[in-house]
């Protein structure tokens, strides 16, 4: 299973950007599909998860802002940030787990966010 996340920018802040993973399994086959993020000398943390169909969960820091969407027919997992602020700033890695089988992990996109 292979994980390809793009769409990382240099963003004004308060602008908006949205990131993309494409799968290259079908993505209703995972119990969860979702967005991590890693900013410089931080540990890696959760931005954002759905499930099926699309129960959302999003993290305290970004619940205003963003929102994860899937698009199952292209095996898709998007990430919309808007409003963005300096401490959005990091490497954002799209994440999917099937219970009891496996986590597969993206490559990262690199979300820079300037004041």
């Known amino acids: 299973v292979q994980l390809q996340a793009f769409g990382g920018a240099l963003v004004n802040l308060g602008g908006f950007r949205r990131p993309s993973c494409i799968v290259s399994?079908?993505?209703?086959?995972?119990?969860?599909m979702g967005w991590y993020r890693q900013a410089p000398g931080q540990p890696r943390e959760l931005v954002a998860t759905?499930?099926?169909?699309?129960?959302?969960n999003l993290a305290d820091s970004v619940k205003d802002r963003f929102t994860i969407s899937r698009d199952n027919a292209k095996n898709t997992v998007y990430l919309q940030m808007n409003s963005l602020k300096p401490e959005d700033t990091a490497v954002y890695y799209c994440?999917?787990?099937?219970?009891?089988?496996?986590?597969?992990w993206g490559q990262g996109t690199l979300v820079t966010v300037s004041s």
């Open positions: 399994r079908k993505i209703v086959s995972f119990n969860s």
């Open positions: 994440n999917g787990q099937i219970s009891q089988i496996g986590t597969w």
């Open positions: 759905i499930g099926p169909p699309s129960r959302m």
